[in-house]
């Protein structure tokens, strides 16, 4: 039976189960929206490590451990790992990786990763070519700004659209068999670029990315927006989620009743994080911590997840490129 | 007295410049800063901020437009007193003190401090 | 050829529609809390040059030891992690002065210390500061030639 739907998504056959999450965090999102939602928050943003890389890595380590304990299963049980995060050479990832020391896949799809991972992994399950997947993605908000942006103790003021880059790791365990939420179908995005500069203006930037693979996926399932209980995209902040519903709209499609952007989950108004959420972990942690338990409980039955991810680095923007966006969905139903 | 108020005021005044220039044009921070100070220096250069500083003092030489300042006005008393060699050694002669402070003090602090985020 | 005007049309569209629904600076509080922040570091600049000529100096070896004050106090309240919470809300205020000079060099010779003492802080000292020195350098060259060659 063929698996492919229409132009660029999957059906799939033995839709994988979602047997366990887990999620870390840094202190300002264990204060935020979620707070009693996570595994585990940190005391502070370093954790007693060397450096901000280093407590990452260790973040995205506890992650997987967290995630193999609840679903009562080993390392050893699970086939393979496919993680990673915002760092040059996923250096967060690759080191947690070797502590792990189980067969891996590293993903870069910037913000978009855990969607990402989600969906290889699922294929992987569905094709028989494994019994357990362990995902994960994290991201750290210091070491991002010292890459991307500026050193951490410079005195800069951020613009009211730019978003905050989370601190923290979720991650999840997909299995070929067990109870818990299903991922039935995916799809894969293309990269879109309507011509944003300013890496402070990611949720738009990434907005049309995240509107042409909702409407792809629309499109190649035939289901309708209100098919699903919500649609969630990953961190496209207060600006990128309106520009979504507009764009949208544009196409005669109203998504306005069930959708929520998962970077405006994440923090309170009085934190100060601008216009929401970014980096792996949003979709991450929001996903891991609280879409899941929805899931799993019922409260929730059919949900689709599109992790959304601007991929521009910062010697694109010095040579003053535009920002490449990618959106990839995944529909979780129970 | 009237000197200190009118450190504030022109030292305010050329900050507001530069907050106008980071919020309503596409100017980052670092663009401002390098357009300040090479401002100061063509001003300097023109005569201009000479008698600011002698009207707000601080409040002229302490902004970035002061440092550019400092480098042009080194550069012209260096070449009025030794000649062509100044194009080259007035400038940096002339901020020594500030730069040296910068690296020395920058270096101690981050061997004393860690960055908090 | 048509194609490509298309896409650039497309996102002109877009851009102006980003344009819309993105939100504003807020523009009268940042330009209070720059001109008093700003104003504040001047004339504590004041100050420090009242005293220094006090002591004797001349005007501009004061103005010189005054900036070094300002640097010496902007690179310790770096350290103690505190210029970047004033950064946030004076905007130019704290970036303009000479403050903010030293802050540009003490935050990334901080930050990057964990890379080591060559490659870390002796690399990465002037990463952002770099330009304001270079540029600065260039403009007094520049004007001191056409100096010497007019006078």
């Known amino acids: 039976m063929k698996k492919k739907l229409g132009s660029q998504s999957i059906r799939f056959e033995q839709p994988p189960i979602i047997t366990s999450t887990a999620t870390i965090v840094g202190p300002m999102e264990g204060e935020g929206l979620l707070a009693n939602f996570f595994d585990y928050v940190m005391a502070d943003n370093i954790n007693n490590y060397a450096s901000w890389e280093k407590c990452e890595s260790y973040m995205i380590e506890w992650a997987i451990r967290k995630a193999v304990e609840k679903d009562n299963s080993t390392l050893e049980n ?4 496919l993680a990673g995060d915002l ?3 996923l250096m967060a990832t690759h080191f947690a990786m070797r502590s792990l020391g189980r067969p891996f896949l590293g993903l870069y799809g910037a913000c978009s990763t855990l969607a990402e991972s989600m969906l290889i992994g699922s294929t992987l399950l569905d094709g028989g070519f494994a019994e357990k997947i362990a995902i994960a993605v994290s991201s750290h908000h210091d070491a991002a700004e010292r890459q991307y942006r500026f050193p951490t103790e410079m005195g800069v003021q951020r613009p009211p659209i730019s978003q905050w880059t989370v601190t923290g790791s979720g991650s999840a365990i997909l299995s070929a068999m067990g109870e818990g939420p299903r991922v039935t179908t995916a799809t894969v995005g293309r990269v879109i670029d309507l011509g944003i500069k300013d890496p402070n203006v990611m949720g738009p930037a990434m907005a049309p990315a995240a509107a042409d693979t909702l409407l792809c996926h629309l499109n190649d399932t035939g289901r309708t927006p209100d098919y699903y209980d919500m649609i969630y995209t990953g961190d496209l902040g207060k600006v990128g989620k309106q520009l979504v519903i507009d764009l949208m709209q544009e196409k005669g499609i109203n998504v306005s009743a069930n959708y929520e952007d998962c970077g405006c989950m994440v923090y309170r108004e009085e934190q100060d994080a601008h216009s929401g959420a970014s980096g792996c972990a949003s979709s991450g942690i929001v996903f891991a911590s609280y879409l899941y338990p929805l899931l799993k409980k019922g409260d929730l039955k059919k949900i689709l997840l599109i992790g959304t991810g601007s991929l521009h680095s910062p010697t694109s923007y010095q040579q003053k ?12 139903e129970q | 007295m009237q000197i200190f108020v009118m450190a504030f005021v022109i ?6 410049i530069g907050q106008l220039l980071m919020d309503l044009t596409s100017l980052t921070p670092a663009h401002v800063l390098v357009l300040f100070v090479v401002l100061g220096g063509v001003l300097s250069g023109l005569g201009l901020y000479q008698p600011l500083v002698d009207l707000a003092g601080a409040g002229a030489s302490v902004p970035l437009p002061g440092f ?8 012209i008393e260096e070449i009025d007193k030794v000649g062509f060699l100044g194009v080259f050694s007035g400038a940096l002669k002339a901020t020594a003190v500030g730069i040296m402070a910068a690296v020395i003090f920058g270096f101690t602090m981050a061997l004393l401090f860690n960055p908090k985020g | 050829m048509a194609g490509n005007q298309k896409q650039e049309k497309s ?8 344009d819309q629904v993105t939100p504003k600076p807020p523009l009268l509080k940042n330009l209070l809390w720059a001109f008093v922040v700003g104003g504040l570091i001047c004339t504590l600049g004041q100050f420090i040059l009242n005293y220094f000529v006090d002591l004797g100096l001349s005007k501009k070896d004061a103005a010189g030891a005054a900036g070094a004050v300002l640097i010496f106090l902007s690179a310790f309240f770096t350290g103690l992690g505190v210029y970047d919470e004033l950064g946030k809300r004076a905007g130019a205020g704290s970036i303009v002065p000479i403050t903010g000079f030293a802050n540009s060099i003490v935050a990334p010779a901080m930050e990057f210390k964990r890379e080591g003492y060559v490659f870390g802080i002796g690399a990465k000292m002037f990463v952002i500061a770099g330009p304001v020195l270079v540029y600065g350098m260039l403009t007094a060259f520049i004007i001191g030639l056409l100096h010497w060659l007019l006078h």
């Open chain 1, 78 to 81: 699970v086939d393979y790992i």
């Open chain 3, 11 to 18: 996102e002109e569209q877009y851009q102006k529609k980003v």
């Open chain 2, 11 to 16: 030292g305010g005044l050329i900050c507001v």
């Open chain 1, 87 to 89: 760092l040059n050479q």
């Open chain 2, 68 to 75: 550019g300042h400092a480098l042009v006005s080194g550069t």
């Open chain 1, 321 to 332: 490129e535009s920002i490449p966006c990618i959106a990839h969905a995944v529909s979780i």
